[in-house]
């Protein structure tokens, strides 16, 4: 076995590390400056590739309806104490008036696998955002779909596509969802969205029930072997309406490590600083930024509908209008040393002139 020394070594030297290297990593972070050296290196490229700037998304959570029935998620199918919503076109317009007025140039369409939502209807809402902002990226998060979906939304101007594989390791996968979801789709539809040219965001929970470092080890060599343009990567937090209610939360340690780590191995990648990660600590998110993160996600959602988008208990910002909420991000970016901006911001890894290829 190797030691940790000669771990951080090929890590910071090659950007790369075999699974045995990252179970090593990952049993010997407690060892005396492991973390603080992550956290330094990740710092360190997310400045060269990114400089201080911290990209912000607007956040608009338009359907909490979902054919799924994750056995982690607050809005899954069977849960019955849901009040669920959909957002007209006319609401998710206003949210993104709303958000363009406060300096967002990322709109984020994020929501439950539902049907109301074909292929038609969100070409429709897509092309009428571009209408209106064509400066604007619009990232979308619907789940699974058909790659002909992928594409038509595509060619109606979605630029990003969020879908976090939640756990590469198979027997993990089968702990988490129900039999009729198989990791190979949730794969597949990840290689057909950068097939087609999104920039494509994976990532997983930390902490999950049933998660080892030995699934986290499969984690981290997946995305090097997918390389996303982005990892989501948050804290799992129970939901009371869960299966796994009585359930221990992830730990903010081990995700800042992680996030850490996932910078290291993908220098360009965009990195958010997760709600769930500032649920869990009030700083948080400030943490997250000083672990290698580049990205924050306010949310732009109506007020009114914001606590029944509730993957997991005790969400934060909430109660709050979108405009209280880039205040509060800019005060939490500055204190943490970096700099807030109203770019689109994209993957320094995307594009013809990219300054990082993979
Ligand atoms: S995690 Fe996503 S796909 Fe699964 S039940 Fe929740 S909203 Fe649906």
Same mark, same amino acid.
């Not at 090929?10 to 050296?37: A, I, M, P, Y």
């Not at 897509?126 to 699974?144: C, D, F, M, N, Q």
């Not at 597949?188 to 040219?197: I, N, Q």
């Given at each position: 076995m190797k030691s940790i020394t000669s771990v951080l070594?090929?890590?910071?030297? @090659?950007?790369?590390?075999?699974?045995?290297?990252?179970?090593?990593?990952?049993?010997? !972070?407690? &060892?005396?400056?492991?973390?603080?050296?992550?956290s330094a290196e990740a710092v360190r490229l997310r400045r060269q590739y990114y400089g201080d700037k911290v990209f912000t998304r607007g956040l608009i959570e338009f359907t909490n309806i979902c054919k799924n029935n994750c056995f982690y998620c607050g809005i899954r199918r069977d849960n019955a104490n849901v009040n669920r919503y959909r957002l007209s076109k006319q609401e998710i317009m206003q949210c993104c008036k709303e958000g363009y007025a406060l300096g967002f140039r990322t709109f984020v369409l994020q929501g439950g696998e539902d049907g109301f939502f074909t292929d038609d209807v969100m070409c429709n809402i897509? @092309?009428?955002?571009?209408?209106?902002?064509?400066?604007?990226?619009?990232?979308?998060? !619907?789940? &699974?779909r058909e790659m002909e979906s992928y594409r038509r939304m595509k060619q109606a101007g979605a630029d990003r596509y969020l879908l976090r594989h939640e756990t590469a390791n198979e027997a993990h996968y089968r702990m988490l969802h129900p039999d009729e979801m198989k990791l190979s789709n949730r794969k597949?539809?990840?290689?057909?969205?950068?097939?087609?040219?999104y920039q494509v965001g994976a990532g997983m929970m930390i902490g999950s029930p049933g998660q080892t470092y030995e699934c986290l080890a499969d984690d981290l060599v997946f995305l090097q072997e997918l390389k996303p343009h982005m990892v989501g990567m948050g804290p799992f937090i129970p939901h009371k309406d869960t299966c796994f209610a009585k359930e221990q939360a992830g730990s903010v340690e081990l995700t800042l490590a992680m996030l850490s780590i996932v910078r290291i191995l993908l220098p360009s990648v965009l990195l958010p600083a997760t709600t769930a990660l500032g649920t869990l600590d009030p700083k948080g998110r400030e943490k997250g930024l000083l672990a290698g993160c580049n990205v924050v996600m306010p949310n732009l959602s109506p007020v009114k509908n914001r606590k029944d988008y509730a993957l997991y208990d005790n969400k934060i910002c909430t109660g709050d209008e979108s405009a209280q909420c880039i205040k509060c991000m800019t005060n939490r970016v500055e204190a943490a040393g970096f700099h807030l901006v109203s770019e689109r911001g994209d993957s320094a890894a995307y594009g013809d002139d990219a300054d990082f290829k993979y």
């Open positions: 070594e090929t890590l910071f030297n @090659s950007h790369k590390l075999n699974k045995e290297d990252c179970l090593v990593l990952l049993s010997q !972070l407690d &060892e005396e400056g492991v973390r603080e050296q992550l897509i @092309s009428e955002i571009k209408a209106h902002y064509p400066e604007v990226a619009i990232t979308l998060s !619907l789940g &699974e597949s539809c990840l290689y057909a969205l950068k097939e087609l040219g």
